[in-house]
T-cell receptor
Framework: DTAVSQTPKYLVTQMGNDKSIKCEQN?????MYWYKQDSKKFLKIMFS???????INETVPNRFSPKSPDKAHLNLHINSLELGDSAVYFC?????????????FGPGTRLTVT | AQSVAQPEDQVNVAEGNPLTVKCTYS??????LFWYVQYPNRGLQFLLK??????LVKGSYGFEAEFNKSQTSFHLKKPSALVSDSALYFC????????????FGQGTELSVKP
């Protein structure tokens, strides 16, 4: 049973296109996150949602828009893709916002913009 | 602001030898510290965490970490390294003042040679 799943695993697209990445967790968690891992493997938070409510919105271009239709899903839509958006995007979830809760990560989506 | 640092980009160990992956932190208040491992082309897997209590924390796959408040360190250790431990290791601190996001170190590549 996959705890946190993401689709697609790979995404290759051209500059200017719009694309979405989907994330689902079957752990019954209340909180979900999107992280970006750049080419140097550095990980940075982008967004977090708790019970479908936006909690964290880091300094991310507004071309990136997260959507949480329910607690188990957090999708990421990206408009007008740019070369610099190429990265691996990870979805994660945790039981809640409490600092003691560990986060569980999906397998990642490798986005390549050409 | 909370931060963690991993002073070594790469650690090389012979199989069967003990390994240490270093992490230092800077937080205001009590630290909530985590270690994650990332195998090639995979998502991050939770290894262990320090919240409070015993300074020696045991985790998955035989790993443990020692919390040292005076040295503000949280080093990851294993008594006997396996080739299969070769991966990228991340130390992270949970920022409970900013929506509970994880702040990651830059990662340490562990290479275990037979």
């Amino acid at each position: 049973d996959t705890a946190v799943s993401q689709t697609p695993k790979y995404l290759v697209t051209q500059m200017g296109n719009d694309k979405s990445i989907k994330c689902e967790q079957n752990l019954g968690h209340d909180t979900m996150y999107w992280y970006k891992q750049d080419s140097k493997k550095f990980l940075k938070i982008m967004f977090s949602y708790n019970n479908k409510e936006l909690i964290i919105n880091e300094t991310v271009p507004n071309r990136f828009s997260p959507k949480s239709p329910d607690k188990a899903h957090l999708n990421l839509h990206i408009n007008s893709l740019e070369l610099g958006d190429s990265a691996v995007y990870f979805c994660a979830s945790s039981r809640g916002l409490a600092a003691s809760y560990e986060q569980y990560f999906g397998p990642g989506t490798r986005l390549t913009v050409t | 602001a909370q931060s963690v640092a991993q002073p070594e980009d790469q650690v090389n160990v012979a199989e069967g030898n003990p390994l240490t992956v270093k992490c230092t932190y800077s937080v205001s208040g009590n630290p909530y510290l985590f270690w994650y491992v990332q195998y090639p082309n995979r998502g991050l897997q939770f290894l262990l965490k320090y919240i409070t209590g015993d300074n020696l924390v045991k985790g998955s796959y035989g790993f443990e970490a020692e919390f040292n408040k005076s040295q503000t360190s949280f080093h990851l250790k294993k008594p006997s390294a396996l080739v299969s431990d070769s991966a990228l290791y991340f130390c992270a601190v949970r920022d409970y003042n900013q929506g509970g996001k994880l702040i990651f170190g830059q990662g340490t590549e562990l290479s275990v040679k037979p």
